[in-house]
């Protein structure tokens, strides 16, 4: 099922960062995200529903979006 916030997302097994792209065009990098959390969201039913409760406020994270989309 599409989320209605997430609309993308990648995970970088080397440096653990999982990079999210929502809906508004906002980009954030989480890092140190372990891949059972990064295949976890992978397959949930729900990505907003799992990202709320895995992972927004329990890693630490920079916003990537492109300038332009600000």
């Given at each position: 099922m599409p989320s209605t916030a997430i609309k993308d997302h990648d995970?970088?097994?080397?440096l653990r960062q999982l990079a999210v792209t929502f809906i508004t065009?906002?980009?954030y990098v989480y890092f140190d995200?372990?891949?059972d959390v990064?295949?976890?969201f992978e397959h949930a039913s729900?990505?907003?529903?799992?990202f709320?409760?895995?992972i927004r406020d329990r890693y630490?994270?920079?916003e990537v979006t492109p300038a332009g989309l600000k």
């Open positions: 995970y970088d097994a080397e065009g906002r980009v995200v372990p891949l990064a295949d976890a729900s990505k907003g529903a799992y709320n409760r895995h630490a994270f920079r």
